[in-house]
């Protein structure tokens, strides 16, 4: 299935840390010279807007149901007890569906995610990001992830979906482990603790469905259980998968957009003092930091090609993995100017690709603009000269979508940028 590789052709390695760490060059030099580019870990990867784009918007050619993780991910390996059941939820997950099961689904959540709705939760956003500010305050020295950006879309995300407060931080790390899951097997141990959080999930989330519909709340879970007794019937497992789901489109991700948007704007002193000067330039601001610096710079968003389809001089099998770059694509100099210098006044000519496009874009879209519009200006009020302490961030070796750690310092009277 797929291409066979060329002698000679670039075949950097996608998992790698180092490439996580720091991967524009290798995206760079892959939309140059392959942007349809078939990857050592078995799927066809992406790198220009225009492909990603076309992709994203033509669910006919290129299917989200059952889409593959490539041949040599873990994940494509049939037999394996973890590798089943993990499949068995990606496939009732409706990120991982088509029309109309994805519609139908969608639908019944969207309500929880509107506009209107985000704009309802204002108060208690600013409660959590000044609550977690005013604790960082105390230290004079704090962590942008762990201490600030690494909460506030967790929390807020549990209370939309209803996970007590009491359960929320075991969630959260049982989530995390499950990561381990979808990448290619790097260690015995951490397969094995992915395989166990993905049954406590699992276990969790019966026990949690099971106690709403006795004692229901305010809040997604008892939402859906409503609607299926007004007919809009969901199965247990389509209900847990799209939790899950949620969880992730309103909370692990976010966390990146902030703590790596302040770090990218303290990391440019001239336009932070720009914008802490002139607060109607933080929409732009937003809009930059989403395109330029997309969490997941390397692989995301998987795609099941049902048709043999030509795209980029190739021939995309049926049956192929496809894997869209958005990060990549958002540094498409076809349609961004000088994509890799970050301008907080930058004149889009098109909308980044960071949310996706097409009837998968995200659902927490508006949800994750809004918490980080609210944490980053909240920043600026406070500490308007606020400096980086930590000026050469890592990745988390166990999460190379985020940064392991990003000191600030609060301390008055120095310059704005590295302190």
Not at 378 to 385: A, F, H, L, M
């Amino acid at each position: 299935m797929g291409a066979v590789e060329a002698a000679g052709t670039f075949q950097p390695d996608l998992y790698d840390y180092e490439f996580e760490n720091a991967p524009v060059e290798v995206l760079n030099r892959l939309r140059a010279e392959d942007p349809v580019h078939w990857s050592r870990h078995g799927f066809w990867f992406l790198t220009r807007y225009d492909h990603v784009s076309a992709v994203l918007q033509d669910p006919a050619r290129f299917s989200s149901a059952a889409a593959g993780w490539g041949t040599t991910n873990p994940l494509a390996k049939k037999g394996a007890d973890a590798g089943s059941t993990l499949n068995k939820s990606f496939a009732t997950s409706f990120n991982q569906m088509d029309a109309p099961d994805h519609t139908r689904i969608r639908s019944l959540v969207h309500a929880a995610f509107s506009r209107r709705t985000v704009e309802e939760r204002r108060p208690r956003i600013v409660e959590v990001v000044n609550g977690l500010l005013d604790a960082a305050a105390a230290k004079g020295k704090f962590d942008l992830v762990g201490d600030y950006a690494f909460h506030v879309p967790i929390i807020v995300a549990s209370e939309i979906i209803g996970i007590p407060t009491d359960d929320r931080e075991l969630f959260r790390q049982a989530f995390e482990r499950t990561a381990a899951l979808m990448q290619p097997k790097k260690s015995d141990e951490s397969w094995a603790e992915g395989v166990e959080a993905a049954r406590w999930i699992g276990r969790y989330m019966k026990e949690l469905i099971a106690e709403r519909r006795a004692r229901p709340r305010d809040d997604l879970i008892t939402g859906l259980i409503r609607a299926e007794e007004q007919g809009d019937r969901l199965s247990e497992a389509e209900m847990s998968s799209a939790i899950s789901t949620i969880y992730t489109a309103a909370g692990t991700t976010t966390e990146r957009f902030i703590s790596s948007g302040l770090f990218i704007l303290l990391s440019h002193p001239e336009q932070w003092r720009d914008l802490v000067a002139d607060r109607s330039l933080i929409g732009g601001a937003i809009e930059e930091i989403l395109r330029y610096h997309h969490p997941t710079q390397s692989t995301s968003t998987n795609r099941r090609c049902t048709v043999d389809t030509p795209l980029g001089g190739k021939i995309i099998r049926e049956g192929d993995t496809i894997r869209v770059g958005l990060g990549a694509a958002n540094r498409d100099p076809a349609v961004f100017a000088d994509p890799d210098r970050f301008d907080i006044r930058r004149k889009m000519g098109a909308s980044p690709l960071s949310f996706g496009t097409g009837p998968h874009f995200c659902i927490g879209a508006a949800l994750a603009r809004f918490e980080a519009r609210i944490a980053i200006e909240t920043v600026i009020e406070r500490w308007p000269d606020l400096r980086l302490v930590t000026t050469q961030p890592m990745k988390d070796p166990k999460r190379a979508d985020r940064y392991r750690e990003i000191l600030v310092s609060t301390a008055r009277g120095g310059a704005i940028g590295p302190a």
